[in-house]
């Protein structure tokens, strides 16, 4: 399509784009820098999200548990204040490192690639970013990841994903947490599943429990189908 004449320039003149003009674009830059050293190294980036407390950090610790022995794997963790949940996760055995973002309400790719400069990811086969924990601010940003995995707790009720759509559209796959609550709740899991359907069709689903175990199985093949497709992907 011809440019417009208010758009015309002098011939080897390039339009640049203004990144402080857009913080979102600007971390698109930074998330693509991401995407392409995870790309060079093989490790398969998963950013998790969540509102708060939907059991991010119990499913970090289980992954971990169940997958340490069998791949390199690590988390980064962000959260407003405290170092609580990096804690719990190298307790499950494998290294962690928090990202404090001093009230920021979501990770951005910047901080992913400073905390870069701390955390060795060299040899990782799957490093997971744990967002903070809301369904908003976090679904703009782009961190550089091959797969969005949002948690959506049994605990938070079934109409949430047309209630916070763009975290549902912009997830490969919805964990339905919490699942050994389902009893004691007025929750539909085909209604949840419906819901982020009707915003995002081609989301995936499982149904997992941190506390019995139940899904943890599905959720590592998952994993580990992606694990090996990442190791065989053409580095750049
Ligand atoms: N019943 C039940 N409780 C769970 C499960 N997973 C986590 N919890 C509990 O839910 C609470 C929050 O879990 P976390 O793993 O800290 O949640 P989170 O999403 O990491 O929380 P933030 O990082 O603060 O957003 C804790 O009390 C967990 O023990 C589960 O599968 N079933
Ligand atoms: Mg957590």
């Not at 022995?69 to 988390?75: L, S, T």
């Not at 139940?214 to 992907?233: N, P, Q, T, Y």
Request: net charge negative; hydrophobic share 45%.
């Amino acid at each position: 399509m011809p440019f417009a004449k208010s758009n015309r320039l002098p011939v080897g003149a390039i339009q640049c784009d203004n990144t402080t003009l857009s913080l979102l674009k600007a971390n698109d830059f930074v998330a693509r820098t991401i995407r392409e050293k995870m790309e060079g190294q093989g490790t398969l980036l998963i950013n998790i999200t969540s509102s708060a407390g939907s059991g991010k950090t119990t499913l970090m610790q289980e992954t971990a548990r169940r997958l340490k022995d069998k791949i390199k794997m690590a988390v980064l963790v962000g959260d407003l204040e405290t170092e609580r949940d990096a804690i719990r996760i190298r307790e499950a055995g494998v290294p962690s490192m928090q990202i404090v973002t001093n009230g920021v309400c979501h990770l951005e790719a910047q901080m992913i690639l400073q905390a870069f400069d701390h955390f060795d990811t060299k040899g990782l086969d799957l490093l997971f970013v744990e967002n903070v924990g809301n369904l908003v601010c976090p679904a703009a940003f782009d961190l550089g990841e091959d797969f969005r995995v949002t948690l959506l707790a049994t605990t938070e009720g079934d109409d949430k994903p047309k209630k916070y759509p763009r975290m549902f559209l912009t997830s490969e796959l919805v964990l339905i947490s919490k699942a050994d609550l389902l009893p004691y709740l007025p929750f539909s899991v085909d209604a949840a599943i419906e819901d982020a359907r009707g915003v995002n069709p081609e989301i995936e689903a499982l149904l997992v429990s941190s506390t019995t175990g139940e899904g943890l199985d599905a959720w590592c093949a998952w994993l580990m189908e992606r694990v090996e497709a990442k190791k065989m992907a053409p580095t750049v």
